[in-house]
């Protein structure tokens, strides 16, 4: 066997050594983890406050949509305008069912009405998510639920004094005040009380009335759309 | 000279194959979030509510989607149905929630003690709609919209929306660039299964 050859085989060797040792690495890392559940008893306060002395709990979730696409939401809607928001009014939540709310908007100019609709100084809309008390959301769900989250563990006051906020998940800054003006998109159908706002928070883009422009959530900026003209 | 060489092109030789282990590391991409299901990932179960019975062969497709993804090592193993809510990590409900909500939606929530009930996502700053976990949860609930996603015909669609809604229980986020990903915000994803940027995130965060 010649130098050449036995300088090869070295380092084939040595390779077959480092990729061995790479598997056993990274196989041991992967079974770090062990027991069924990992300390369920240790909490991080993320709760907060409020003035009047009840805690408030959030709950964020991630939606899945068809679209959110403004060119497309004008296409689902059939009433789209540019309001003000007013207050919101209400927040329910159904048996095994995400929370929603009901929340006034007046109404500053209208885009598109191809529902006909008969629209006044405010209209009412529904999007999912807003702040409950536990007891609604215990309520709402069944006693494995309570078992799970540990709310058995607390008083009738504390559940009744605690709220929980869900929250949509949030595109750049949109978080909403009173007076903040919104481009909607809005659909209602015959029959339902309020207009629904197409896919949450990408339904209800904040709008700058001097530029003319809705917030596009893809960019994170102020864009211009052509329905807009 | 012709020993140097030799000695010069071995030592090239170990070199590169010491680049083989970073390399092979680089592959586990850096997770969507830092925070994740504390539920021991190795015996995951999910429970299906009585409202969505009909939904448990796409939802039992969408959890194979997760287990056998022919990515190499997933740590995800058994992900099996329970009737036993309490201890399932992922529970499954559906609802008419009307043709313009959502298709499908994941909260997480953890124990209450008189302190934080539920966990918040978190923006991250630079990815619009993208959103991580704030903290380590116990368990989610996946909502499934009956008026939308069964509108949608294809099989393999269908599993793969709620293999994305898994994603969310595993605690991975959006992938809004990238509509190979199967946590791809929209329906319109490219894929409807495990891609590997999605397994690599998955193991980075549950090594």
């Given at each position: 066997m010649n130098r050449i050859q036995k300088i090869g085989i070295g380092c084939t060797a040595l390779l077959v050594v480092a990729l061995l040792v790479g598997v056993i690495i990274i196989n041991y890392q992967s079974k770090k983890l062990e027991g069924d559940k990992i300390n369920t008893q240790e909490f991080i306060d993320g709760s907060e406050t409020l003035d009047d002395g009840s805690i408030m709990y959030e709950v964020t979730a991630s939606y899945s949509y068809p679209t959110s696409n403004p060119e497309d939401l004008f296409e689902m809607a059939n009433l789209v305008v540019i309001?003000?928001?007013?207050?919101?009014?209400?927040?329910?939540?159904?048996e095994n069912e995400v929370p929603f709310t009901i929340s006034k908007f007046n109404v500053?100019?209208?885009?598109?009405?191809?529902?006909?609709?008969?629209?006044?100084?405010?209209?009412?809309?529904k999007r999912s998510g807003g702040t409950i008390s536990l007891q609604q959301l215990l309520n709402a769900r069944d006693d494995d639920f309570a078992e799970k989250i540990g709310a058995n563990d607390l008083t009738t006051a504390q559940k009744s004094s605690a709220k929980v906020r869900f929250k949509s998940e949030s595109i750049g800054d949109q978080s909403i005040e009173e007076e903040d003006?919104?481009?909607?998109?809005?659909?209602?159908?015959?029959?339902e009380e309020y207009f629904t706002i197409i896919a949450n928070d990408y339904g209800m883009l904040s709008y700058n009335n001097t530029t003319k422009k809705a917030f596009n959530a893809k960019e994170n900026n102020y864009s211009s759309y052509s329905f807009l003209e | 000279m012709k020993k140097l060489r030799y000695w010069l092109i071995g030592l090239l030789l170990i070199i590169g194959s010491l680049g083989v282990i970073p390399a092979a590391s680089a592959a586990t991409m850096p997770a969507y979030g830092n925070y994740k299901l504390t539920w021991n990932i190795e015996s995951i179960y999910y429970y299906i509510d009585q409202s969505a019975p009909g939904y448990s062969g796409t939802i039992a497709a969408a959890a194979n989607n997760w287990v056998y993804t022919g990515l190499g090592y997933n740590k995800l193993y058994p992900n099996t149905r329970t009737y036993n809510k309490t201890n399932s990590a992922v529970d499954f409900y559906a609802a008419f929630?009307?043709?313009?909500?959502?298709?499908?939606?994941?909260?997480?929530?953890?124990?209450?003690?008189?302190?934080?009930?539920?966990?918040?996502?978190?923006?991250?700053?630079?990815?619009?709609g993208t959103g991580v976990p704030a903290e380590n949860y116990l368990f989610a609930e996946i909502h499934i919209n009956n008026d939308i996603f069964d509108g949608y015909t294809?099989?393999?669609?269908?599993?793969?929306?709620i293999a994305h809604e898994f994603g969310h229980a595993w605690g991975l986020g959006h992938n809004p660039e990238n509509p190979n990903s199967i946590m791809y915000n929209w329906d319109s994803r490219n894929v409807y299964t495990i891609q590997q940027v999605d397994q690599d995130a998955f193991n980075a965060l549950y090594p």
């Amino acid at each position: 066997m010649n130098r050449i050859q036995k300088i090869g085989i070295g380092c084939t060797a040595l390779l077959v050594v480092a990729l061995l040792v790479g598997v056993i690495i990274i196989n041991y890392q992967s079974k770090k983890l062990e027991g069924d559940k990992i300390n369920t008893q240790e909490f991080i306060d993320g709760s907060e406050t409020l003035d009047d002395g009840s805690i408030m709990y959030e709950v964020t979730a991630s939606y899945s949509y068809p679209t959110s696409n403004p060119e497309d939401l004008f296409e689902m809607a059939n009433l789209v305008v540019i309001a003000n928001f007013v207050e919101d009014v209400e927040t329910e939540i159904n048996e095994n069912e995400v929370p929603f709310t009901i929340s006034k908007f007046n109404v500053q100019s209208i885009i598109k009405n191809t529902g006909n609709f008969a629209i006044g100084e405010d209209i009412l809309t529904k999007r999912s998510g807003g702040t409950i008390s536990l007891q609604q959301l215990l309520n709402a769900r069944d006693d494995d639920f309570a078992e799970k989250i540990g709310a058995n563990d607390l008083t009738t006051a504390q559940k009744s004094s605690a709220k929980v906020r869900f929250k949509s998940e949030s595109i750049g800054d949109q978080s909403i005040e009173e007076e903040d003006t919104r481009l909607l998109f809005l659909h209602k159908a015959e029959g339902e009380e309020y207009f629904t706002i197409i896919a949450n928070d990408y339904g209800m883009l904040s709008y700058n009335n001097t530029t003319k422009k809705a917030f596009n959530a893809k960019e994170n900026n102020y864009s211009s759309y052509s329905f807009l003209e | 000279m012709k020993k140097l060489r030799y000695w010069l092109i071995g030592l090239l030789l170990i070199i590169g194959s010491l680049g083989v282990i970073p390399a092979a590391s680089a592959a586990t991409m850096p997770a969507y979030g830092n925070y994740k299901l504390t539920w021991n990932i190795e015996s995951i179960y999910y429970y299906i509510d009585q409202s969505a019975p009909g939904y448990s062969g796409t939802i039992a497709a969408a959890a194979n989607n997760w287990v056998y993804t022919g990515l190499g090592y997933n740590k995800l193993y058994p992900n099996t149905r329970t009737y036993n809510k309490t201890n399932s990590a992922v529970d499954f409900y559906a609802a008419f929630y009307g043709n313009y909500a959502f298709t499908a939606m994941t909260e997480t929530y953890k124990r209450v003690n008189g302190n934080a009930v539920s966990v918040g996502w978190v923006e991250v700053p630079n990815r619009t709609g993208t959103g991580v976990p704030a903290e380590n949860y116990l368990f989610a609930e996946i909502h499934i919209n009956n008026d939308i996603f069964d509108g949608y015909t294809d099989f393999n669609q269908r599993q793969g929306i709620i293999a994305h809604e898994f994603g969310h229980a595993w605690g991975l986020g959006h992938n809004p660039e990238n509509p190979n990903s199967i946590m791809y915000n929209w329906d319109s994803r490219n894929v409807y299964t495990i891609q590997q940027v999605d397994q690599d995130a998955f193991n980075a965060l549950y090594p």
